[in-house]
């Protein structure tokens, strides 16, 4: 939570948080969410075609300058 709240607080307010947590690690979510705008959460293991799938979701190409 702490990077997070970092995060939240410095020039990166507006940019897409996904956490990538070890396997058995229990986040929630939602209460990430709500409190610090995180709009992903990826446990290991994933793939490099998961996460490139996750980031085209939360950057559509349209919004890539």
């Known amino acids: ?6 995060l939240r607080n410095e ?7 996904i956490i990538c947590t070890a396997k058995g690690m229990e986040l929630d979510l939602h209460k990430l969410a709500d409190k610090y705008g ?3 959460l990826l446990q290991k293991p994933f793939s490099v ?5 996750l980031i085209r979701q939360l950057f559509p190409a349209k919004a890539i300058v």
């Open 1 to 6: 939570e702490q990077v997070c709240e970092q």
């Open 11 to 17: 020039c990166l307010s507006d940019v897409p948080i």
């Open 38 to 40: 995180v709009k992903a």
């Open 49 to 53: 075609s998961e996460l490139a799938d």
